[in-house]
């Protein structure tokens, strides 16, 4: 079974930088495709990032130029890179892994802004 946590959250000035981590274990990790979501309060759950097996990525208009994703198949981890942080990337970040008959998340790790 796909385990998925996440770490790296925490208190920011804006124009600041994050980077998240997401750590995955129970599956082959190389054959998965990574991505990132944020839900802020009183919003739906929206996409952000995603890496692909093949390192193939798609970033979300609203963060492209600033987020970047990554993978490292040896350390079985996914990573998102955050620069010139504002106010509206305050949320909760969640990190999905989807390979054949899998869809893990983790439990989110918060990103908060301040301005």
């Known amino acids: 079974q796909v385990q998925v946590v996440e770490s790296g959250g925490g208190l920011v000035q804006a124009g600041g930088s994050l980077t998240l981590s997401c750590a995955v274990s129970?599956?082959?990790?190389?054959?998965?495709?990574i991505g990132w979501y944020r839900q802020a309060p009183g919003k739906q759950r929206e996409f952000v990032a995603r890496v692909g097996s093949i390192g193939y990525a798609n970033i979300a208009d609203s963060v492209k130029g600033r987020f970047t994703i990554f993978r490292d198949n040896a350390k079985k981890t996914g990573y998102l890179q955050m620069n010139s942080l504002k106010p509206e990337d305050t949320a909760a970040y969640y990190c999905n892994v989807q390979a054949p008959g899998t869809n893990g998340w983790g439990q989110g790790t918060q990103v908060t802004v301040s301005s």
């Open positions: 129970g599956i082959t990790f190389s054959g998965a495709a």
